[in-house]
């Protein structure tokens, strides 16, 4: 029986979990189209997954120490409106969807649905944020930028559960969020940019650049964020033609249905030139 | 405004805001058979062997060996299977239908269902022309040989998706006296009757054909139907059960017809004054699998080969291909869209070379009042096109931001389209093959019963054609009602296309008004009935395809604004300044609610809407990659329209539904080539071509 698979605690989720259940049903606003059938007929879910979106104590938002910590199964729309949540982050979120598949979908949903286009997790990666996955075994944490290892594959495992997303609360980011995609609302990104940079005395203290829809995970490099470190503004533009040619060497992007290889890439680098002439 | 134009409250309205609107999905029916399509997985081949698993109690196949009559839909000819037999010709042609009462045995039997084929080379190049027709006028050679300047370009338009609100769907049962009633969203009763009366072999009172609430159509749902029905009655004949075959978004997408794919080749002859005084146009259109209505396509895009302009000599040509590809068929504009698009970018890119202005170029050749046009028939009513444009750059800003944005590279532009729709069926086909008829029945009370085959599926005609019966009888609209066409009750007034809905069946109606209310008698129950009658003036030649394509003409004027951002050459709409001559406005809301989403679904054709086929198979095959417009890409509009009264329109109207579309392609196309400086010739102007065009294109 369905019912059977729906706790309303974390513990009964990690309990069905650790006997096999599985998969994990977050807001179903990915699964269930991926799943459908027939109109009439219900979606092709095991009989064994566990829905979690009625965990009341994993719908949440609070500061925590460094971090503002998010419960899992927080709506999008809960996200989009509240005052904890980091402004990179809620740029993206206005661009996720509609309003009726962000009233339902969840940011655990989006980490372990592991899209490279996906727009909420763009903004999580370039805040450097991480994950808590927990299991009757124990909990541990991964830093998003490891989490995903491939389309619609994480490091999450079959007795898991993702129950945080930890996000390090700095409000001296600079940031910016471009997402492209084929119209204005309810579009998947043909390409996107996160940007995040913090200055102090003159100079780049951190600098983020992630990239979506450009190769099987979301893409951030840190050998080349690591050069603009340390560097004021104006060098930084200075080396704008150098540090596009390095992004061009890891931004692989492909040709489907929605747009072309050489179009990403040439728009990501624009939004990147934009990011950076706006340092 | 006119009386007539004031707005009333939509008949509509209340059963769709509140749900009780009754959809074809919608229909509950007693011991109902599902319906799934297995299909053809192969563009071309023999199929050797169908394997059908063994079926359990009360579930059926249904194939070709299960059709009484004719193996054929008829459209135009009968060329296109019910069922594939011997061979298919393009991915996703039906082959059987599995129907059972339990939807999941249904579909767990259609997908073990294995069907063997031996592979055919297929073709999809446009070789294999099934329709050709050809026109002259004046003496085009001599205008090209003394041309002081000949200008030619290619022309290339994609795909479109009619994207009505709910898929094709079709219900069908038996009734006690054998009779099979069919239930379906559709445009088209009698069409769908007429092929199913083929394919059954039965006497017309074999086959009912009830028209469901329909949630948008734009001419998919103007052939399709007759062959879900045809499929779905010879489902009920053989299982002598009720069946319900309802397609799925992406199942909609791959099968069903879309606009045509295009090719145009114009070249202009200019005298020294650089006028265009002659034009030769050759026009290529995709068919795909089956020819369908892509003659009757082809011909409404020939004729329209000089755009809203008066060009002496002529010289057009066009084809049809069969290519192995899901078949193209009717979508609001029926091949003008096309062929507009072409004339007023080629307009636009010869201003451009000329150092012309493109609005003050277009200017110079506009068609005018007793002009003869482009077959030789003759304008006859006025053309009111120099103050529609006036009125539209003015509302625009048009001269200033052309100038403003041209000049600070600010990667925005405006652009402006001239365009007119033929109003009704093209040459003489009311006259030769609908024959249409009209029948008003008034009870005793005096409530009045529309009685046509037309089908409100969300353009607004019911309301209209109440107006129009109300308003001629001097009686409160809300005496009159307009069922959704039922051929048992309803006699044949044509089907609801070609922008004659209002202006013919509602003339009809008026006159069958104008009759009642001459022999009204209280409490008394009495009926009027009208037939269509030609009018004398109307002269067309088929074979020569010389004379009066068209009763009468709405005429239409479009600027679009728009921001191309310098990043991603993603569009932004800034606005949309339209003036339409539609005769009169029969309801003023419902013409706003036409315009604007025919000029919105002509933008989205002209810079949004993409689709591809390739190897056969479609790339996008639902509405997250076949990328509609939301609300939100929607830029303002600002509509007029403008009165000239037509004489044989009832109260002076003309075509509504298609001439707004027509505009927008052109419009948007022009006003993205002032913003980036490049020259487009094919469209969907995608942000993918415009970076394309912004790295290698011509100036």
């Known amino acids: 029986m369905v019912a059977d698979r729906i706790p309303d605690t974390k513990a009964e989720a990690l309990a069905l979990l650790a006997a096999g259940g599985g998969p994990v049903v977050s807001g179903g606003t990915d699964l269930m189209v991926k799943r459908r059938r027939w109109g009439g007929l219900t979606p092709m879910i095991p009989d064994k997954a566990v829905y979690v979106a009625n965990i009341a104590e994993l719908s949440y938002v609070k500061k925590t120490g460094g971090s503002v910590e998010i419960g899992a199964e927080t709506p999008l729309a809960v996200l989009l409106d509240h005052p904890f949540t980091p402004a990179l982050l809620r740029a993206a979120i206005r661009e996720t969807a509609g309003p009726g598949i962000r009233n339902t979908a969840t940011l655990a949903g989006n980490l372990v649905n592991a899209s490279p286009a996906a727009d909420p997790a763009l903004a999580l990666h370039c805040l450097s944020a991480s994950v808590r996955l927990e299991s009757a075994r124990g909990v541990r944490t991964v830093a998003l930028s490891d989490f995903a290892t491939g389309p619609g594959r994480t490091l999450l495992l079959p007795d898991e559960l993702l129950t945080a997303i930890l996000v390090p609360a700095d409000d001296a980011w600079k940031t910016m969020f471009v997402k492209v995609g084929g119209r204005k609302a309810d579009a998947i990104a043909k390409v996107s940019f996160a940007g995040a940079v913090k200055l102090d005395g003159g100079v780049l203290t951190a600098f983020a650049a992630a990239f979506g829809a450009v190769g099987p995970t979301i893409l951030r490099s840190f050998a080349i964020e690591a050069k603009v470190i340390g560097l004021s503004p104006a060098d930084v533009r200075e080396r704008l033609t150098d540090l596009s040619a390095a992004y061009a060497d890891v931004i692989r992007p492909i040709d489907d249905q929605r747009s072309d290889a050489h179009y990403r890439k040439t728009v990501a680098l624009n939004l990147l030139a934009d990011f950076i002439r706006s340092i | ?699």
């Open chain 2, 1 to 699: 405004m006119t009386d007539i134009s004031a707005s009333i409250v939509r008949r509509d309205a209340a059963a769709k805001i509140s749900g009780r609107a009754a959809y074809v999905a919608d229909l509950a029916v007693e011991g109902v058979l599902h319906a799934r399509t297995v299909r053809s997985t192969i563009a071309k081949g023999a199929i050797l062997k169908v394997d059908v698993p063994p079926l359990p109690e009360g579930v059926y196949t249904v194939d070709h060996s299960d059709v009484p009559g004719e193996n054929g839909v008829k459209i135009i000819f009968k060329d296109m299977p019910v069922f594939a037999e011997r061979e298919v010709r393009y991915i996703g042609e039906p082959i059987l239908l599995v129907c059972g009462p339990d939807k999941e045995v249904v579909d767990e039997i259609a997908r073990t269902i294995v069907v063997t084929y031996r592979e055919e080379p297929a073709v999809f190049a446009w070789i294999d022309s099934k329709a050709h027709y050809a026109y002259h006028k004046g003496d085009s050679d001599k205008a090209f040989q003394n041309a002081a300047r000949i200008h030619t370009e290619t022309f290339e338009t994609g795909y479109q998706e009619q994207a009505y609100l709910e898929p094709q769907g079709m219900v069908g049962y038996p009734e006690a006296d054998g009779k099979i009633t069919l239930v379906g969203s559709m445009q088209c009763p009698y069409y769908v009757k007429n092929a199913v009366l083929g394919v059954l072999a039965c006497d017309d009172a074999g086959i009912r054909v009830i028209q469901a609430e329909t949630g948008g159509a734009f001419g998919g749902k103007e052939e399709f139907p007759s062959l879900t029905g045809a499929q779905v009655a010879v489902a009920v004949r053989k299982t002598g059960k009720p069946v319900s075959l309802l397609y799925e978004r992406t199942e909609d997408v791959e099968v069903t017809t879309k606009r045509h794919p295009s090719k145009i080749t114009l070249s202009a002859a200019l005298d020294a004054d650089l006028r265009v005084i002659g034009l030769k146009a050759t026009v290529g259109l995709d068919a795909g699998a089956y020819l369908g209505l892509s003659g009757v396509v082809l011909s409404r895009a020939l004729i329209a080969a000089t755009g809203a302009y008066t060009i002496p000599h002529l010289s057009v040509s066009g084809d049809a291909y069969r290519t192995n590809t899901v078949p193209t068929g009717a979508f609001r504009g029926f091949g003008a869209p096309q062929m507009f698009y072409a004339v007023e970018q080629l307009m636009g890119h010869l201003a451009a070379s000329l150092g012309f202005d493109p609005v003050a170029f277009k200017r110079r050749h506009l068609a005018r009042q007793n002009d003869e046009t482009s077959t030789g028939g003759r304008f006859r009513d006025p053309i009111l096109l120099p103050s529609m444009i006036d009125d539209v750059l003015e509302r625009s800003d048009y001269k200033r931001k052309r100038r403003a944005f041209a000049k600070d590279g600010a990667w925005k532009g405006i652009g402006v389209s001239v365009f007119f729709h033929g109003c009704g069926f093209t040459g003489s086909g009311e006259a030769t093959h609908i024959k249409a008829r009209v029948r008003l029945e008034k009870d005793a009370d005096g409530r009045v019963v529309v009685r046509v085959a037309s089908a409100d599926m969300g353009q607004g005609s019911s309301t209209a054609l109440a107006k129009i019966v109300a308003g001629v009888l001097g009686r409160p609209a809300d005496t009159v009602f307009v069922p959704h066409p039922d051929t048992d009750l309803a006699p044949d007034s044509g089907p609801t296309v070609a922008s004659r809905t209002t202006m013919i069946v509602g003339g009809l109606l008026a006159r069958a008004a104008a009759k009642l209310k001459e022999a009204w008698v209280d409490g008394v129950v009495q009926s009027a009935e009208e037939r269509y009658v030609q009018p004398d003036f109307i002269r067309w030649d088929e074979e020569a395809f010389h004379g009066d394509a068209y009763p009468a003409y709405s005429w239409g004027v479009t600027a679009v604004e728009v921001e191309v951002d310098r990043r991603s050459c993603a569009v932004t709409l800034k606005g949309v300044w339209s003036s339409y001559d539609v005769g009169t406005a029969i309801d003023e809301l419902l013409a706003l609610g036409q315009a604007d989403g025919g000029v919105t679904q002509g933008i989205a054709y002209g810079y949004l809407e993409k689709m591809e086929i390739r190897d056969g198979r479609l790339r996008q095959r639902n509405f997250t990659d076949y990328v509609i417009p939301t609300a939100s890409d929607v830029g303002p509009t600002d509509t007029v329209f403008v009165d000239n009264p037509f004489a044989y329109g009832p109260y002076g109207a003309k075509g509504l539904g298609e001439l707004t579309l027509i505009g927008g392609a052109p419009a948007v196309t022009a006003a993205i080539e002032h913003a980036i400086g490049r020259r487009i010739t094919k469209i969907p102007a995608t942000p993918e071509n415009l970076l394309e065009l912004i790295e290698h294109g011509q100036d």
